[in-house]
């Protein structure tokens, strides 16, 4: 079965620099969300999307943007990066639009900044 | 506000040992939901479970439990004959009426051979 998905892997940038990472949900699935885990810490959220509109905000920079996209694709938008943006960041996937229901995750994007 | 503790940072066993991951949360909420996540080695995080608030029954999956008691605010899980495939960090995590699902900083299970 088709999981979600997250481009790329792993991206390596510089401080100052901009990242965009991508999503793609499990077909069907209306809402997108996006979390991100230091090293050795647990997932924080970041933000959320149900069809196409943020629906609910974590603890995302101001720096960072993101949207859901017309085909539920999502992007996370990163600028101006420092250090300590260095974390695998998380997308997972559901249908309905609140958390109870089970999230799927994709296999993260690795962020190292220099 | 909500909030997921995992008091125990690793736990280490030996193959065919059965080992609990504890799990207490906190809540203000009358309906909430309980997860459990698994990351392996590689990274991922692998759904386990999801609990609601209002279904206090135990559920065995194959060599995985899960005791969920209201009275105590915890949501425990039990591998039991555990192998070494089970290595890995477990997550508990709370979700209310939102989209802010909350991780407990997780527990690092080494299954040693």
């Known amino acids: 079965a088709a999981g979600v998905i997250q481009s790329p892997r792993h991206l390596i940038k510089e401080k100052r620099e901009t990242a965009t990472l991508k999503c793609y949900p499990i077909p069907r699935h209306d809402t997108v969300y996006w979390y991100q885990q230091g090293p050795g810490q647990d997932p924080q959220f970041l933000i959320s999307f149900y069809e196409k509109m943020q629906s609910d905000k974590g603890s995302i920079p101001d720096r960072f943007s993101a949207q859901q996209f017309s085909d539920y694709h999502s992007e996370l938008n990163m600028s101006s990066l420092e250090l300590g943006d260095s974390a695998l960041y998380f997308c997972?996937?559901?249908?309905?639009?609140?958390?109870?229901?089970?999230?799927?995750f994709g296999s993260g994007t690795q962020l190292s900044v220099l | 506000a909500q909030k997921v503790t995992q008091a125990q940072t690793e736990i280490s066993v030996v193959e065919k040992e059965d080992v609990t991951l504890d799990c207490v949360y906190e809540?203000?909420?009358?309906?909430?939901?309980l997860f459990w996540y698994k990351q392996p080695p590689s990274g991922e995080l692998v759904f386990l479970i999801r609990?609601?608030?209002?279904?206090?029954q135990n559920e065995i999956s194959g060599r995985y439990s899960w005791n969920f008691q209201k009275s105590t605010s915890s949501f425990n899980f039990t591998i039991t004959a555990s192998q070494v495939v089970d290595s890995a960090v477990y997550f508990c995590?709370?979700?209310?009426?939102?989209?802010?699902?909350?991780f407990g900083a997780g527990t690092r299970l080494t299954v040693k051979p």
């Open positions: 997972a996937s559901s249908r309905g639009g609140y958390t109870n229901e089970k999230l799927f």
């Open positions: 809540t203000r909420d009358t309906t909430y939901y």
């Open positions: 995590a709370l979700s209310e009426d939102n989209n802010d699902m909350r």
């Open positions: 609990r609601n608030s209002f279904d206090e």
